[in-house]
Each structure stands twice: as structure tokens, then as C-alpha cells.
């Protein structure tokens, strides 16, 4: 098991442009969050996958935001007409969902971090 | 709306010695888990330990536990004999017990000195 993996692991682009992440669960998490960090700041939900379905979306989700995981493996993370405020490290996590009101930990990947210019 | 915070934004600590981060929370709930996660830099988050709320006993993990006071809902993690390598940011983290949106604090830098 190689944990969870994020791709890319750095990101420039310029204002204006799309751009997409990719990121690869642990083998047998059925859920998949992201999350969305900006500099001197914890971490801020984006939203989450339980196998392909898309369960929850933060506010911070704007129009912008699309998030997909086709096959309840993978998810990306796609962001349109990019913004200098989207600037941040974009983390994935995944856990084993069991059913019920149980919680698994969440293991996070090492995140994409993203420059707009 | 729940928050999480982590009052110190650095602190230091000597190696071999103790050192106790601090995080408090508000909520109205009963049921949900605190988490401490360790950032280091340029690398990814790790949990260090978790706590669940109904458990009276606080969790302890090798050099790391937490003194979890439910009532005065705080949740600080001591690190004994500190090393080098626990150097990091220190995120600490809620999650109520049906959901999957884990809140975090702003973190504590931690630096580890020789």
C-alpha cells in the first residue's frame, strides 16, 4: 500500500486557464475527500465522494470547481477560468467508510499546490 | 458553527524535552472525534492521534497523548522526549461522529532544537 497519491504535485499557471488534479486513493478507501489549504492556514473542506457518488460540497465550491470520481477509484479536482485567489495546496484524503455513524481516520496526500499568475 | 482553535501559532522545544500544544473547541454536540495531525515541511499530513469523545481515557500514542477535557472542551497534545524529526506543523482537527467534514485550527509550528 502506497498511501494516498496526488498529480500533479506543483501547479503554474495563468489566470484564465483550466487546470486539473488528479488524485489516487488508498486501494480499498471507498471515500475521498478535498480539501483546500492556503498559506498559514489549516485545511478547508471542499467536498467528498463515498465510492462515484459526490455526497457534500462546501460554499467554498464555486461554479469553477467540478470534482469527479468516474469509477469510485480516482477523483479529480478541476478548477475553470483560474483566479490569483485560487492560489493554495489542494489535498485529497481517503478513508474506509463502514457504514453507520463510525468514522475512519482520514489519510491525506502529499497535495497539489497551485500558482496562478 | 464549530470552530477550532489552536492558540500558539509557534513554539519551540529543546530535544529530549516535553513540550504541550494546546487546542480548544466549540460545539453542541455529544458524539464526534478530535485529531491531531502533524504537518511537516514539504511533506504530507500524518495523524499523530485521535481521540473519540465518549471515551473517558485519553488516547496516548508512543511519546504522544492528549489530555482531552470534555467539559472544557480542550484537547492538548503533549510530545515527551521530543526530537528532531518532530519538527512540523501541528494541525489540530474535529469530526462529528455522522459526517465526513473534518474542521481544522490554524495550526501550531513546532521547532525542535538541538
Known amino acids: 500500500d502506497t498511501g494516498v497519491s496526488q498529480n500533479p504535485r506543483h501547479k503554474i499557471t495563468k489566470r484564465g486557464q483550466n487546470v486539473t488534479f488528479r488524485c489516487d486513493p488508498i486501494?480499498?478507501?471507498?471515500?475521498l475527500y478535498w480539501y483546500r489549504q492556503t498559506l498559514g492556514q489549516g485545511p478547508e473542506f471542499l467536498t467528498y465522494?463515498?465510492?462515484?457518488?459526490?455526497?457534500?460540497k462546501s460554499r467554498l465550491l464555486s461554479d469553477r470547481f467540478s470534482a469527479e470520481r468516474p469509477k469510485g477509484s480516482f477523483s479529480t479536482l478541476e478548477i475553470q477560468r483560474t483566479e490569483q485567489g485560487d492560489s493554495a495546496m489542494y489535498l485529497c484524503a481517503s478513508s474506509f467508510g463502514r457504514g453507520g455513524v463510525q468514522r475512519e481516520t482520514q489519510y491525506f496526500g502529499p497535495g497539489t499546490r497551485l500558482l496562478v499568475l | 458553527a464549530q470552530t477550532v482553535t489552536q492558540s500558539q501559532p509557534e513554539m519551540s522545544v529543546q530535544e529530549a524535552e516535553t513540550v504541550t500544544l494546546s487546542c480548544t473547541y466549540d460545539t453542541s454536540e455529544s458524539n464526534y472525534y478530535l485529531f491531531w495531525y502533524k504537518q511537516p515541511p514539504s511533506r504530507q499530513m500524518i495523524l499523530v492521534i485521535r481521540?473519540?469523545?465518549?471515551?473517558?481515557q485519553n488516547a496516548t500514542e508512543n511519546r504522544f497523548s492528549v489530555n482531552f477535557q470534555k467539559a472544557a472542551k480542550s484537547f492538548s497534545l503533549k510530545i515527551s522526549d521530543s526530537q528532531l524529526g518532530d519538527t512540523a506543523m501541528y494541525f489540530c482537527?474535529?469530526?462529528?461522529?455522522?459526517?465526513?467534514?473534518?474542521?481544522f485550527g490554524t495550526g501550531t509550528r513546532l521547532q525542535v532544537f538541538p
Open positions: 486501494s480499498e478507501h471507498n471515500r
Open positions: 481521540q473519540e469523545a465518549y471515551k473517558q
Open positions: 482537527a474535529f469530526l462529528y461522529y455522522n459526517t465526513d467534514k473534518l474542521i
Open positions: 465522494f463515498q465510492n462515484e457518488a459526490q455526497l457534500e
